[in-house]
């Protein structure tokens, strides 16, 4: 039951960084690299305006609107400027941006790591004979909460409908009077922001540093990939089954492959489901 | 062909690279210089192995230094754990690799783009995991000595004698590569590239020479990682860590994805870069990010082809 | 007269859509045959098909007598099958000539290690083939394109730059997947006048075509399809007159 909690909490962030995956992913067909640092911006970036004076809410909020702003700079120097959709290009470019974040957390934020406060407190809750933390309940909640939200604002608000449209077919999207270029934006700005969220409500758990972001955007993206990539209910999914797959490896076979076991996953996945629990097959028109 | 094409033709590059490769040592004086200079060959060739491999049969792997870090390791283990001769354990660790490459470049090879890039990402990264955490055997994150390379009996320390035969070993991969892509299976390579359904009704088996080329681009990274090995004597988990993996995918894209001489200029900037860094070296992931973006949005096809343009009479 | 191609019973499901449904009809060797019907009636699916994109679902396909279910495009091409595409498919990394020269892939000397070491055999077969793929631009009438580059090149240019590149690994079978698709009445008319050519030199053409001016100019043999079955076979003058083909095309006149 223990495993299944930690499993839970870790999957529960695997699961927004995954979803910010597919967000981008729907809008544009880009995997962003770069996803995982959105997170450490938004855990980093909370305990440094912590340092600066600011009160948890507003750092929060502060690395919060940090993000979005590094999501918005990428999508409109980067990736708008290259100009291409050639798959290749794009994949090195957002792993040229995960650097560049990455590099500038590392030089204006240093290289130790650094713990968040956690929201209430610290001692341990018992359920069902295993112990959870506070914080755990917090990720699993406000991560429940992300994702209700994010599914009213695509089922009910004009601008979620839209960017259900343009993932589906932009031409027909552009014909309507949507702009894909501002759904863009839009996009990497709301998947900069959840990830971020994630970032910062995990922080007091996993602890942050400059170079988390690596590690948890691979993680993430294995958990689109295991939930079909372009499906948002796949990608919670995948988060979530990949967050308790890992935390049983641990528990049962060993500690160490513990961070092998996404890997691992995703070879299986790819080579025998590439289409994922939840996803759609492409097929290529000759 | 009139003299100056001739003097134009790719072959006539080895030449210049064959003289600069031998004046370069001219310049050093001391032995870090040619330490640096060894690792821009070791970088070289393997960025000439994944140029193949992207540039002109247009994949993409993610996860090279796995391929590296496994040639280093497999040498190092047999020759210092099981007394193996090195002239034994070197081609052990390139078969190794190479049956591995092969094993794993059929599937991975039916995939593209993204799920390509990841596959290969995430092969790589079990690799290094493998390496770090099989202490028994590996020696763990510390890693582990690697013997030194012995001729008649005497170890091989003299870094003027590594660099020689590098540098022989980078000449004759260039040559050999050179010789690839100006011939039927080079064509067919880049036929695979421009278009694979095209490619395959002329009769081309693309998934064949995909898997030809990722294992030959495997070998090549493993021949550069058993160098390494015996050079420094000893092997770390960290060879075959993924920023590596993206180190020389940058070099590949920095130098021209197709193009064997941009390769080695994008090894030469690459391996340099952190030298020319000391003392703003937090400043070198930003930077090394930055090329990343700044070539691939404004010289798509790299330093040496974008150049080749702007010189007179250059196409292509 | 011997059946280079035949196809019994050919069906090809997409989900619960038929997209070809029991066909059966026959190529015989040295003729032009144009395949045709109106959009959605299976005929780029009939042609994946017969060049090995798809693989049927039920059904059987003979290549000069044998089955050829389940091989592969390059496999295909091995026995003397050729192609061109709808969407053009040209190697725009590669020059024009180059993508000539990668049509004649399997009449080359294609070993590794002659390759790695730049083997006498391989550098006078790349000599060969340079010379034949201009001479084959020449026949296509491309030769002022010959060091061109395809991005340089116009569209018409580039549907026979696809043909030269079919031509030059000498098949017996050559399927032309809308080759007229795109073309001025005058660049139609070169067109048909190339594939007589073609079928001259002794290659069995197969033209999938919307064109019906080159259709009937060409084809010894015409098949019309519509909703994935055939309608009519017959030469063109007989399918021309065909009632059924005419309301099928003008929608049950």
């Not at chain 1, 798959?87 to 590099?103: C, E, H, N, W, Y």
């Not at chain 1, 608000?157 to 960017?163: D, N, P, R, S, V």
């Not at chain 2, 970088?43 to 992207?54: F, K, T």
């Not at chain 3, 690994?169 to 001025?184: I, K, M, S, T, V």
Request: aromatic fraction near 8%.
């Amino acid at each position: 039951m223990q495993y299944v909690f930690s499993g839970l909490t870790a999957g529960s962030t695997y699961a927004l960084v995954a979803l910010g995956f597919t967000i981008i992913y729907n809008a544009s067909h880009i995997i962003n690299f770069a996803q995982g640092e959105f997170l450490m911006i938004g855990g980093l970036g909370s305990v440094m305006l912590m340092q600066y004076g600011l009160p948890m809410p507003l750092a929060i909020i502060g690395a919060i609107v940090l993000a979005v702003a590094a999501g918005i700079l990428v999508e409109k120097l980067a990736i708008e400027r290259a100009g291409t959709n050639d798959i290749v290009p794009l994949i090195i470019i957002t792993i040229g941006a995960s650097l560049f974040l990455r590099g500038g957390a590392q030089f204006f934020w240093g290289k130790s790591i650094h713990a968040l406060p956690p929201f209430t407190g610290n001692t341990p809750i018992h359920i069902a004979g295993a112990t959870i933390l506070p914080q755990s309940l917090w990720v699993l909640g406000i991560g429940a909460v992300v994702v209700c939200l994010l599914a009213w604002f695509f089922k009910r608000t004009l601008t979620g409908k839209a960017m259900l449209a343009v993932s589906h077919n932009p031409n027909a999207a552009r014909l309507v009077g949507i702009n894909p270029r501002f759904i863009l934006m839009l996009s990497f700005a709301l998947a900069a922001g959840l990830g971020a969220v994630a970032g910062a409500v995990a922080a007091p758990i996993t602890l942050t540093a400059y170079d988390v972001g690596v590690m948890l955007g691979l993680k993430g993206f294995v958990a689109a990939v295991l939930g079909g990539l372009g499906s948002p209910l796949g990608a919670v999914a995948g988060g979530l089954l990949l967050g308790i797959m890992e935390a049983f490896t641990a528990g049962y076979i060993s500690s160490e492959y513990k961070d092998a076991v996404p890997f691992v996953i995703v070879l299986l996945v790819l080579f025998f489901m590439p289409s994922g629990l939840f996803g759609s097959r492409a097929t290529e028109r000759v | 062909m009139g003299m100056l094409q001739k003097l134009r033709t790719p072959r006539m590059g080895l030449v210049v690279v064959a003289l600069i490769l031998a004046g370069a040592p001219l310049l050093f004086t001391n032995s870090y210089q040619y330490d640096v200079a060894i690792h821009v060959l070791i970088n070289a060739m393997v960025a000439v192995g994944l140029n193949l491999l992207m540039g002109y049969a247009g994949q993409i792997s993610l996860g090279h230094a796995g391929f590296f870090g496994l040639g280093a390791y497999v040498t190092a283990v047999l020759s210092a754990n099981y007394g193996w001769p090195i002239y034994l354990s070197i081609p052990a660790a390139l078969v190794v690799v190479g049956v591995l490459a092969f094993a794993i470049a059929r599937p991975i090879l039916r995939l593209s783009g993204h799920y390509l890039a990841m596959a290969t990402l995430g092969l790589g990264i079990l690799v290094s995991i493998v390496l770090r955490t099989e202490a028994g055997i590996t020696g763990g994150p510390d890693g582990m000595m690697a013997p030194p390379l012995s001729i008649a009996g005497t170890p091989v320390y003299d870094e003027r004698y590594w660099y020689a035969l590098i540098a022989v070993l980078l000449l004759v991969t260039v040559w050999l590569a050179l010789n690839l892509i100006d011939s039927p299976v080079g064509r067919a390579l880049r036929a695979v590239h421009g278009s694979e359904v095209a490619a395959e009704v002329v009769g081309v088996h693309t998934l064949g020479y995909k898997v030809l080329i990722f294992v030959v681009s495997a070998v090549l990274a493993a021949l550069a990682g058993v160098l390494t090995a015996h050079y420094a004597g000893f092997v770390t988990p960290d060879l075959a860590n993924f920023i590596y993996s993206i180190e020389f995918v940058t070099m590949v894209v920095l130098g021209g994805t197709a193009s064997i001489y941009g390769a080695l200029v994008g090894a030469l900037i690459l391996t340099l870069l952190p030298q020319f860094l000391t003392g703003v070296d937090e400043l070198e992931m930003m930077i090394l990010g930055l090329i990343l973006m700044v070539v691939v949005i404004f010289m798509p096809k790299g330093l040496v082809p974008t150049l080749g343009r702007l010189m007179p009479g250059g196409r292509r | 007269m011997s059946a280079i191609l035949e196809c019994q019973q050919l069906t090809k499901s997409f989900g619960g859509v038929d997209a070809v449904a029991d066909l059966s009809f026959s190529i015989e060797r040295g003729h032009i045959h144009s395949i045709i019907g109106p959009n959605g009636a299976g005929k780029t699916t009939l042609i994946n098909l017969l060049t090995g994109i798809y693989t049927p679902t039920t059904g059987k396909i003979l290549l000069a007598g044998d089955n050829t279910r389940g091989l592969a495009p390059y496999k295909l091409a091995k026995r003397g099958l050729g192609r061109t595409f709808q969407n053009l498919q040209v190697c725009m990394n590669m020059s024009a000539i180059e993508n000539v020269m990668v049509g004649r892939h399997l009449r080359l000397n294609r070993r590794f290690l002659s390759a790695l070491l730049h083997l006498k055999s391989v550098r006078a077969g790349d000599r060969d083939c340079r010379k034949r793929a201009a001479e084959l631009m020449r026949f296509t009438g491309l030769e002022n394109q010959i060091d061109a580059h395809p991005s340089e090149m116009s569209y018409g240019a580039l549907k026979r730059l696809e043909i030269a590149r079919a031509l030059a690994a000498e098949p017996e079978l050559l399927f032309l997947d809308e080759p007229a698709a795109g073309l001025n009445a005058n660049e139609t008319h070169a067109i048909g006048a190339l594939i007589r050519e073609v079928a001259v030199r002794g290659v069995t053409v197969v033209l999938v075509e919307h064109d019906m001016k080159l259709v009937m100019e060409v084809s010894d043999n015409v098949l019309v399809l519509n909703y994935g079955r055939k309608l009519a076979e017959g030469t063109p003058k007989s399918v021309q007159n065909d009632p059924e083909v005419v309301s099928a095309y003008l929608g049950g006149a």
